[in-house]
């Protein structure tokens, strides 16, 4: 089981509001990612890090950041949410080699009012 | 582009029946492949890669198989339980990138 925690596990908020979701992990790993999930769909990739103060935008990048100031921790910002972030959010890391797995935490399910 | 297409979109078999699910994908050049299963509520966990060499490779009464020539991959559950009952995803890596291409996945649920 990897160690990877997500928090919160259920946020329900009002729209305009900021939140962060928390992303953290004790393997290690220098590559963390951020990923959307709706129903029935692939996974969007919204923001990812290859290390402490790297950061690239992904597919769905806009309306949020990210920053890596420590290896372990990977949060993700709205800064004003709107019922169209309503979604699932799932952090994941990996270890450098290319054929390495992805691990994932247990995700973020956000509803926007 | 880079795409992974999966099918059946849901599936629904017996407990004890066998079931296979089908990853097409355009990923260049290839790397690997790779199989996730995902619980609900939970975050995907890894089940299979596959790389150019391989055809096949089995964990547990999981066993995935890979074409390279015409960029299809399956994965065959053998006497599924009610424990399978999950989503579960195709992911394909091309070389020399970190971002792999994840299809919609294939609903599986295991009727008693």
């Known amino acids: 089981e990897a160690d990877i925690y997500q928090t919160p596990r259920y946020l329900v908020i009002g729209t305009g509001k900021k939140i962060t979701l928390e992303c953290s992990q004790t393997?290690?790993?220098?590559?963390m990612y951020w990923y959307q999930q709706d129903p029935g769909m692939e996974l969007h990739l919204i923001h990812y890090s290859y290390g402490v103060n790297s950061t690239e935008k992904g597919d769905l990048s806009s309306e949020s950041t990210v920053s890596r100031i420590r290896t372990e921790h990977f949060p993700l910002t709205l800064e004003s949410a709107r019922p169209s972030h309503t979604s699932q959010y799932l952090c994941?890391?990996?270890?450098?080699?290319?054929?390495?797995?992805?691990?994932f935490g247990n995700g973020t399910r956000l509803t926007v009012t | 582009k880079n795409q992974v297409e999966q099918s059946p979109q849901s599936l629904i078999i017996l407990e004890g029946k066998n079931c296979t699910l089908q990853c097409n994908y355009t990923v260049s050049p290839f790397s690997n492949l790779r199989w996730y299963k995902q619980d609900t509520g939970r975050g995907p966990v890894s089940l299979t890669i596959m790389t150019f060499s391989e055809n096949t490779k089995s964990n547990g009464r999981y066993t995935a198989t890979l074409d390279a020539d015409t960029k299809q991959s399956s994965l065959h559950i053998t006497a599924s339980q009610l424990s399978d009952s999950a989503s579960y995803i195709c992911?394909?890596?091309?070389?020399?990138?970190?971002?792999?291409?994840f299809g919609r996945g294939t609903s599986l649920i295991v009727h008693p």
């Open positions: 393997m290690g790993h220098d590559k």
């Open positions: 994941a890391s990996r270890r450098d080699a290319e054929s390495s797995p992805l691990h």
């Open positions: 992911v394909a890596t091309s070389g020399g990138s970190y971002i792999p291409t």
